[in-house]
């Protein structure tokens, strides 16, 4: 069975496509991304805003 993909257009088998009825996994993400960013509009957050709790100045190469 075959549908058309509703963001790209392609044809999306559905056997075996966890992605269903998107086609693949890169339209999921686009379309999770999509209305993701209409729905929340969560501004862009820096994953650290605090830097270092034990961070030795000068000790770049830890490992
Ligand atoms: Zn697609």
Same mark, same amino acid.
């Given at each position: 069975?075959?549908? %058309? /993909?509703? $963001? /790209?257009?392609?044809? =999306?088998? %559905?056997?075996?496509? %966890?992605?269903?009825?998107? /086609?693949?996994?890169? /339209?999921? $993400?686009?379309?999770?991304? %999509?209305?993701?960013?209409?729905?929340?509009?969560?501004? =862009?957050?820096? =994953?650290?805003?605090?830097?270092?709790?034990?961070?030795?100045?000068? =000790?770049?190469?830890?490992?």
């Amino acid at each position: 069975m075959t549908r %058309k /993909c509703p $963001l /790209c257009r392609r044809e =999306a088998v %559905k056997d075996g496509n %966890k992605f269903w009825p998107l /086609c693949s996994e890169r /339209c999921h $993400l686009i379309d999770l991304g %999509k209305w993701l960013g209409e729905e929340y509009r969560v501004p =862009a957050e820096p =994953a650290e805003s605090e830097a270092g709790s034990e961070g030795l100045p000068g =000790a770049d190469d830890n490992e």
